[in-house]
C-alpha cells in the first residue's frame, strides 16, 4: 500500500515534538532563567533554545536540506518542504509554571500546508492533522460547539502590549466589546494551543493580532481539518481569526477584527 507523503511529514512532527517532551516535563515548574528577545514581555528559556535544537535535529535526520523556520533559530534550509517550529509556545506559562503552553510543528510544501502537531507536554495531548483529517490522542475531532457570541467562549491575547502602542482607546474599547458580546473571554497565553482547542471544539473562537507563521501554522491545519474555519494566512506574520464549524461571525462582535 502506497503512503501518502503528507504521513510521512507528519511522522516526523510528532517524533520531533514527543522528543522534547521528557526535558519540558522535567523543567517545568523549576523556575527556569529567563532572559528577554524584544522586550521584556518576550520571555525566553534555555529550554526553548534546546527544545528547538533537538526538534532540528529530528527533521534534519528525516529530511535532510529541507527549510526549518524556529523562533529562535530563524531559518535554515532551502526548497519546496518548509517546516515552522516554536519549540514552547507559550514561554511566559512555562517559565512561571502555568500549564499552558505546548509544542508547534507544522510542514508545508510550495506553499501549501500539509503536516502538523499541537503536543501539550503537560497533558500529554498530541492533536495532529494531515489532508486525512485532525485527532487528539488519535481519536478524529471536529470543530463544532456555539454558534453566538452569547453561547460562545473566545480564547485571545487581545489587547497586546503592540495594540496597546497602536491605539489604546481603540483596543480598550474593542476589547470591552469582546467582554460584552461573549459568555466567557480568556488569555491563556499561547495561540496554538488556543487554536488546537478551537479545532477540538473545547473552546468557539480564537482571536489574535501580529502572529508569525511558528505561532499558527500547525493549529490553522488543525482548524481547518477538523471542518472549523481559520481567517488569516498562517504562513505570513499577521492578524488571525478562527471559530468552529457553524459560529455565526457576521453577527459576533469579532466581526469588525475579520482578516
Known amino acids: 500500500m502506497t503512503r501518502h507523503p503528507d504521513t510521512e511529514l507528519l511522522e516526523t512532527a510528532v517524533e520531533a515534538a514527543r522528543a522534547v517532551g521528557p526535558r519540558l516535563r522535567k523543567a517545568f515548574r523549576s523556575r527556569p532563567a529567563v532572559t528577554t528577545k524584544r522586550d521584556f514581555h ?92 485532525a485527532w487528539c490522542n488519535g481519536t478524529p475531532i471536529r470543530s463544532v460547539g456555539a454558534s453566538r457570541d452569547r453561547e460562545a467562549m473566545l480564547l485571545s491575547s487581545y ?28 488569555r491563556p497565553g499561547s495561540a496554538a494551543l488556543k487554536l488546537a482547542h478551537v479545532a477540538a471544539g473545547w473552546s468557539d473562537a480564537a482571536y489574535g493580532t501580529g502572529a508569525s507563521p511558528w505561532d499558527v501554522a500547525a493549529g490553522a491545519l488543525l482548524v481547518r481539518r477538523a471542518g472549523g474555519v481559520y481567517l488569516g494566512d498562517p504562513l505570513a506574520k499577521g492578524d488571525y481569526l478562527a471559530h468552529v464549524d457553524g459560529f455565526e461571525l457576521s453577527s459576533s462582535a469579532l466581526a469588525e477584527v475579520t482578516p
Do not use: K, Q
Open 42 to 133: 518576550d520571555p525566553v528559556t534555555e529550554h526553548d533554545r534546546a527544545a528547538e535544537e533537538t526538534i532540528r535535529a529530528v527533521i534534519d535526520a528525516r529530511w535532510p536540506g529541507s527549510a526549518v523556520v524556529g523562533e529562535e533559530g530563524g531559518e535554515t534550509g532551502s526548497g519546496d518542504l518548509r517546516w515552522y517550529v516554536d519549540p514552547i509556545d507559550g514561554t511566559a506559562n512555562f517559565a512561571a509554571g502555568l500549564p499552558f503552553f505546548c509544542v508547534s510543528i507544522a510542514a508545508a510544501v510550495a506553499g501549501e500546508l500539509v503536516a502538523g502537531v499541537v503536543y501539550d507536554p503537560v497533558r500529554e495531548d498530541e492533536f495532529t492533522a494531515s489532508g486525512a483529517g
Open 159 to 186: 489587547p497586546t502590549p503592540e495594540d496597546m502602542v497602536a491605539g489604546r482607546e481603540e483596543a480598550l474599547g474593542r476589547y470591552g466589546r469582546f467582554l460584552a458580546s461573549f459568555a466567557a473571554v480568556r
